[in-house]
């Protein structure tokens, strides 16, 4: 399951429907007629294996709504290569073969036409049968699942356009939902849907069932709080935050995201003592990370302590000199007008950048604006001399240099 959004902002209380953490998640087919159960267990032991093509041909023919389904989910979750996700390339795996590295080289060109491809149109498979049987949840949840995943695939380079599949996974989605046919992995994709749709109400209701299915999943957690919190349910968004902490994400860069999610949350609810005890929780648990370092001081403009803050961000940009962190840094002053405290944080960053030209220079232009929008034109020009002086020293200029020439022409400084 992704993670949903990154934000910023809001809660706290007690989930009323938490379910005990014994609970299991939904067996699909477990209403299937017995002889169509024993083919789908039979795939699902090839697919252990990693034998994809066998799966396919253990399902046999799209002769039930359950298997229809299974299949779906087979050649989506699984292809080497998908043409238009209407012809796939399912495939049994050596031992040595990885199916994302397989994937990647198909999608290059260069190992396509060693394979053997199929049409199989989930669309039309699912409408066909349903035209004959009727249409059922299994079958809606295929097609949800099916608009979804093509869309994460192709975007607006499919045969639809982006708002239909949006509106046609939504919609089946929504039946399945209702009907009460669905497992955890069909949740979180209808939920991630949901908050990209900004239907964030629903959203909180399909994860509740999400994570009551699977209580231990920490981006399931993550979107459940990033979801409440955007419904203004921020108790609720604070519970999930922190068990999105608990649980910890195997990803170290979503499990430092829930640390800030809960951050921002915190300070959606005006609580500045547990805004400042979950930065230091976050410190201690990434301190090689710059973000937390990044919403410290951020803590301390707010708070008017500029000199704490720049000891917070001269070390963040120690740790992570990237011109995302410089550029948060610099935002973080200029929100509250602390021009010249801006001004000494880069100067202090300059000292330890001794033997690296690009970013010296990264550093005085930055300084260059400063200053500008301070209105003193004689500082900011000499800046930007420094600027240039640096790339001297610095590699791959040529683009750096080309806008400093425009700068100066377009401030008419000598």
């Known amino acids: 399951m992704k993670k949903a959004v990154k934000v910023l902002a809001a809660l706290i209380i007690t989930l009323c429907s938490m379910t005990s953490v014994w609970a299991k998640d939904k067996d699909l087919y477990a209403s299937a007629p017995k002889e169509v159960r024993e083919r789908i267990a039979a795939a699902d ?6 034998q994809y093509g066998s799966a396919n041909g253990a399902l046999g023919a799209d002769d039930s709504e359950y298997i229809i389904l299974k299949r779906t989910e087979l050649v989506t979750r699984y292809f080497v290569y998908s043409l238009m996700h209407q012809i796939f390339v399912i495939k049994n795996l050596d031992p040595d073969e990885d199916l994302m590295e397989l994937r990647k080289m198909a999608s290059y060109g260069s190992e396509t036409q060693t394979y053997a491809m ?16 009727g249409m059922s949840p299994a079958l809606q949840l295929a097609l949800g699942h099916y608009y979804y995943d093509t869309l994460m695939h192709y975007g607006n380079n499919w045969l639809e356009s982006t708002r239909a599949m949006i509106r046609k996974s939504s919609e089946n ?36 069932k999400s994570v009551s299915l699977v209580s231990d999943d920490a981006r399931a957690w993550f979107n459940y709080a990033v979801a409440a919190l955007y419904a203004e349910k921020l108790d609720t968004a604070v519970t999930a935050a922190k068990n999105a902490i608990k649980y910890k994400d195997p990803d170290p860069d979503y499990d430092l995201d829930a640390y800030l999610l809960l951050i921002d949350i915190y300070k959606q ?20 990370k710059a973000l937390p370092l990044l919403y410290e001081g951020h803590e301390y403009n707010t708070n008017g302590n500029t000199e704490k803050a720049t000891e917070c961000f001269v070390k963040a940009y120690q740790l992570d000199d990237s011109d995302s962190v410089l550029k948060r840094a610099i935002d973080s002053y200029y929100m509250y007008k ?13 000292e330890f950048k ?12 930055m300084i260059f604006q400063l200053y500008l929008s301070n209105g003193d034109r004689t500082a900011a020009e000499d800046a930007i001399t420094k600027a240039e002086q640096s ?17 100066r022409e377009s401030f008419d400084f000598d």
């Open 391 to 407: 790339l001297a020293e610095a590699t791959d200029a040529a683009y750096a240099r080309q806008t400093f020439k425009e700068v």
């Open 269 to 288: 609810k005006n609580d500045t003592t547990n805004v400042n005890k979950t930065i230091q929780q976050a410190k201690k648990a990434y301190p090689d």
């Open 338 to 350: 602390m021009i010249d405290p801006a001004i000494s944080f880069c100067e202090q960053c300059i």
């Open 45 to 50: 032991k090839f697919i252990a294996d990693k």
């Open 118 to 133: 199929t049409y199989w149109d989930p669309v039309d498979v699912i409408t066909g049968y349903a035209e004959e049987h």
């Open 173 to 208: 989605f929504d039946a399945a939902f209702k009907a009460g046919f669905y497992d955890k992995s069909y949740l979180d994709e209808y939920a991630e849907l949901l908050i990209n749709k900004q239907d964030y109400k629903t959203a909180c209701s399909v994860l509740e």
């Open 354 to 365: 001794a033997d690296d030209g690009n970013k010296r220079s990264m550093l005085w232009y």
